[in-house]
């Protein structure tokens, strides 16, 4: 038995398996990495698996963890938005193996050194057109979907624009520039129109459809929500890239330009919050599953945190100025990912995964322990990076001293982060471990609130 209306959504099972196990692969990188900082390792060991190699597999998995997840939520949730099966389960079979055989390719070409040497984005050419393929793929299922189906929703093509956009900006990151200025201009097209851009968009569009189909909330108020939130991030955002362009040599006007939109990109983020409390308080049905509740309120609460002000108080140009490049900009980093995507794939784990194994509500003790971990753990690994990141900037920016002697004074703290980071895997292990073994509640769900007509 299967609580699904259309059978191709099973295809979204696989991305969001493959994805899980990457996850756990991510956070192991970033384990090794924090090794990293901490100790002082033999050279023998650094010259087999060096810190940029371990630094490219974090980044890359990281980067194919949040891609599947987004691709099978959106394969997840077209079918009952179009009211028909997806254009071709094949196709979306086809594209997951593309992409899971170009990833993979990538990681152990990275530890062989193939690699383009580029920040972000090292996947050599090669592997990039099959990226490319892949998302063109995506693109075309998603939007032959959505055009042969009798019914069409702001929802649906909020998805489409934002799974377009998304592949377009990717476009911009794979060629090189002769001037290193130009190069870093339009790489940061793909790093902040990407995060800041594109994936907001897909965010939002799949967040307003969990939101309606878990409150019962009219479709009206939440895509009314949606078109006010996906203006915002994309005003705010694509304007905002320009706290990228302080100092690499782009003209004076973008120090204006990035600072203003820089301080209006929470706004975006605050309406979310106002949004899904909205939400909370006015749904229809009751709450069958805590636990996916959890992962909603607590995406909407880090990514403000996170990623809004965080990010604000870290991008007006005063305090770039000394923080740029610092532990500082790892810690927005953390927070700011963790809160505003890897906990939206977790929400979208949470809602599609019992229910493609036929479980309306299911048990969710250990599902919660998880929960506890990881966002508390991220929180306080956010705050250790922080605090290295103030001492840096104050070590290196103010009183002049050379990177290797302060980072002798950071190193307690990054032993810190190592156990923090311990802790976290462990909570990310938990939550994989209950997805993938997640079992129905011997306690029923609640039955859903009827309210009688009025007399007239």
């Known amino acids: 038995?299967?609580?699904?209306?259309?059978?191709?959504?099973?295809?979204?099972?696989?991305?969001?398996?493959?994805?899980?196990?990457?996850?756990?692969?991510?956070?192991?990188?970033?384990?090794?990495?924090?090794?990293?900082?901490?100790?002082?390792?033999?050279?023998?060991?650094?010259?087999?698996?060096?810190?940029?190699?371990?630094?490219?597999?974090?980044?890359?998995?990281?980067?194919?963890?949040?891609?599947?997840?987004?691709?099978?939520?959106?394969?997840?949730?077209?079918?009952?938005?179009?009211g028909r099966e997806l254009y071709s389960p094949k196709i979306a079979y086809a594209q997951l193996i593309i992409f899971v055989a170009a990833a993979v390719t990538a990681v152990v070409g990275f530890l062989f050194g193939w690699t383009r040497g580029k920040p972000l984005l090292e996947i050599p050419f090669p592997l990039n057109a099959l990226?490319?393929?892949?998302?063109?793929?995506?693109?075309?299922?998603?939007?032959?979907?959505?055009?042969?189906?009798?019914?069409?929703?702001?929802?649906?093509?909020?998805?489409?624009?934002?799974?377009?956009?998304?592949?377009?900006?990717?476009l911009f990151g794979m060629p090189f520039y002769k001037n290193l200025n130009t190069d870093y201009y339009y790489w940061w097209w793909v790093i902040h129109l990407w995060v800041e851009g594109a994936w907001e968009v897909v965010t939002a569009s799949i967040v307003a459809y969990i939101i309606m189909r878990v409150t019962g909330v009219d479709r009206k108020v939440v895509e009314k929500w949606l078109y006010v939130e996906t203006g915002l991030f994309l005003f705010t955002g694509i304007v905002g890239t320009g706290h990228h362009y302080y100092w690499i040599g782009a003209p004076d006007y973008w120090i204006w330009w990035g600072g203003i939109f820089s301080a209006l990109e929470p706004l975006p983020i605050v309406l979310m919050v106002v949004d899904t409390w909205m939400h909370v308080r006015e749904r229809k049905n009751p709450i069958v599953n805590p636990l996916t509740w959890y992962y909603i309120i607590g995406l909407a609460i880090y990514h403000l945190v996170g990623a809004g002000l965080w990010g604000f108080m870290h991008t007006l140009p005063p305090i770039n100025y000394y923080t740029h490049g610092s532990q500082v900009t790892v810690s927005h980093g953390h927070l700011a990912f963790f809160g505003a995507y890897a906990l939206l794939n977790l929400t979208i784990f949470y809602f599609a995964m019992p229910r493609l194994k036929g479980i309306n509500k299911y048990q969710d003790r250990l599902g919660k322990w998880g929960f506890w971990i990881t966002t508390i753990g991220m929180f306080i690994l956010g705050l250790v990076f922080g605090i290295a990141g103030i001492l840096q900037t104050y070590l290196e920016r103010f009183l002049d001293i050379g990177y290797s002697t302060a980072h002798l004074t950071m190193m307690f703290w990054f032993r810190v982060a190592f156990g923090v980071g311990l802790v976290f895997l462990a909570g990310v292990i938990i939550t994989v471990y209950h997805l993938f073994t997640i079992k129905p509640s011997s306690i029923p769900p609640p039955e859903p609130v009827v309210t009688p007509a009025a007399n007239i």
Request: charged share 10%; hydrophobic share 60%; net charge neutral.
């Open 131 to 170: 990226i490319v393929v892949a998302a063109l793929l995506f693109i075309a299922n998603v939007a032959m979907t959505i055009i042969e189906s009798k019914e069409k929703s702001a929802l649906q093509w909020m998805l489409l624009g934002g799974v377009t956009f998304l592949a377009v900006m990717y």
């Open 1 to 82: 038995m299967m609580l699904i209306e259309y059978q191709s959504q099973r295809v979204s099972l696989w991305y969001f398996r493959l994805a899980l196990v990457l996850f756990i692969l991510q956070v192991i990188m970033g384990l090794w990495l924090s090794i990293n900082y901490a100790f002082t390792l033999p050279q023998e060991l650094v010259n087999v698996f060096p810190f940029s190699t371990a630094r490219e597999i974090h980044t890359n998995v990281l980067v194919a963890w949040m891609l599947l997840g987004f691709m099978g939520g959106t394969y997840y949730i077209l079918p009952p938005e179009c």
